[in-house]
């Protein structure tokens, strides 16, 4: 199985929007609602911040919101701000307890 | 505040066994139903899942590393461990613990990582 397909980067600028997606296949994305996205801070341990496509850990703010249409679930990012700077990872259930990831987005804030 | 922190060699020679420990803090291993995760996350990669060990001991391994890999827990240590043989430097990777309630389908909290290195 493929990873997930994420872009490479995305940048924006303070009090902007962005959006991360996440390309799967109907194995994977497209057949379970079961999409969860990471931010990483380099050095850091990675923070769950959307889980089942869309809904958000407590204490997440609700600048960040999770979509998702057919085979490509979405991370947006709204009113950035510079903490936000991270690399964020899109994982998918693919069935028979496997999960797969994407490569990853580094997201910049200009 | 459940954390997570991984410890072990960072330099493994080519066919020998790496050996990894992850230690649970801040709640017991043994306390709910969660799943103990091993993820990697070779240089330039995406990330991995290696395989995970069950509060009880069961587990589930990647298909395309089964063959070399045992995932463990220690409850009196509050530990789980990861132990990957015959490593080749397509091994080389950050190595994450990371933990799943066993009726979710994402990762709830992990480790900082650590890096392993194979190598000669």
């Known amino acids: 199985q493929s990873a997930l397909t994420q872009p490479r980067s995305v940048s924006g600028s303070p009090g902007q929007s962005v959006a991360i997606s996440c390309t799967g296949t109907s194995s994977d994305v497209g057949g379970y609602n079961y999409v969860s996205w990471y931010q990483h801070h380099p050095g850091k341990a990675p923070k769950l911040i959307i889980y089942?496509?869309?809904k958000r850990p407590s204490g997440v703010p609700d600048r960040f919101s999770g979509s998702k249409s057919g085979n490509t679930a979405s991370l947006t990012i709204s009113g950035l701000q510079a903490e936000d700077e991270a690399d964020f990872y899109c994982?998918?259930?693919?069935?028979?307890?496997?999960?797969?990831f994407g490569g990853g987005t580094k997201l910049t804030v200009l | 505040q459940v954390q997570l922190q991984e410890s072990g060699p960072g330099l493994v020679k080519p066919s020998q066994t790496l050996s990894l420990t992850c230690t649970v803090s801040g709640g017991s291993i043994s306390s709910g139903n969660y799943y103990w995760n091993w993820i990697r996350q070779p240089a330039g990669k995406g990330l991995e899942c290696i395989g995970r060990?069950?509060?009880?001991?069961?587990?589930n391994y990647n298909p395309s590393l089964k063959s070399r890999v045992t995932i463990s827990v220690d409850t009196s240590k509050n530990q789980f461990s990861l132990r990957l043989s015959s490593v080749t430097a397509a091994d080389t990777a950050v190595y994450y613990c990371?933990?799943?309630?066993?009726?979710?389908?994402?990762?709830?909290?992990w480790g900082q990582g650590t890096v392993v290195t194979v190598s000669s």
């Open positions: 089942d496509v869309t």
């Open positions: 060990v069950y509060t009880s001991g069961s587990t």
């Open positions: 990371a933990r799943m309630w066993d009726r979710a389908y994402y990762f709830d909290y």
């Open positions: 994982c998918s259930y693919a069935g028979a307890y496997t999960w797969l």
